[in-house]
DNA sequence: AAATGGATTAGACAAAGTCCAAATTCTAGG
DNA sequence: CCTAGAATTTGGACTTTGTCTAATCCATTT
């Protein structure tokens, strides 16, 4: 929407906004996944960081992944039983997850609305809602 | 709602009736879950059938979890990054996510409405509509 | 340059789930 | 009742995702 020159420069500029030391392991991290505003996976994502040449490890993709996830700089999606895929997009929006693909589209929150949910079970708060709406090829 | 009569007799006739031969672990798997109406992972599962004395054996479970899934016994809930939960509801129905705890609470699909999605890629039609509430208590 | 604290790493480890070939159990026919 | 064939179950190897730890590396400060 707004800004979306994605350099790896005001990667390491996004990072200090959200009170992470930038390195360059985190660097390219962030980079993979704000370049391509994709929802990806830890393989997925140590696959692009290491394809050029840079060596980074496995230990450090999951590390700096739950560091960004707990800055909230990106969060997770679960839908796949096997494996957690990480979002660059942390506004409030939903998925379309093609079941064939394991593709994952966004939803702008914006535009939905859910009614008639039930009051929550006492002494509870909402942390969150998430709308997953699984398709498929009408033609399978 | 309806029965409420889960015993391990009418468990071979709920397996029949969904095309489903009834084994001595098929019946102990649906009564797990049938009897005690919870979400359950495949560990849990196996703990409670091997727990009086039977041995079943990790692949059956897996096995027939499967099986059941594919007749539309039971339907997965996916809301764990890291198991798998078997719901022996399959109505149409959402979920409040006790983030604290990962119970996982029912909620009817029929008095729920969801508007304003976008319309679906083209090609591809809708295969449900999953809404997972996360919570957690307040005074956490 | 040395010290320090943070970051990265290899590799061991754990947990969920799959796969396979062998063994068991079930079913039908004779 | 007996047996062949089919269906089911099983132990254990294997794969994948993710975590953990102790050693090493690196950046910043003095
Ligand atoms: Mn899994
Ligand atoms: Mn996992
Ligand atoms: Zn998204
Ligand atoms: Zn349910």
Sequence with gaps: ME???????NM????RAHDINPTHQRIEIAYALFARQEHLSADQIMT???DRHSETSKATVY???NLFKQHNLIREVIVDPSKVF????TGP?????????????DIDAGDVQIQG???????MVTEGVDVIVRIRPSNA
């Design 63 to 65: 590390n700096t992944l």
């Design 3 to 9: 800004k979306q020159n994605y350099t790896r420069d």
């Design 48 to 50: 692009i960081v290491n």
């Design 117 to 123: 949910l039930p009051a929550l079970p006492a002494g």
């Design 93 to 105: 929006h939903h998925h379309f997850f093609n079941l064939e693909t394991g593709e994952l589209i």
């Design 86 to 89: 990480y979002d660059p997009n």
């Design 12 to 15: 390491a500029d996004l990072l």
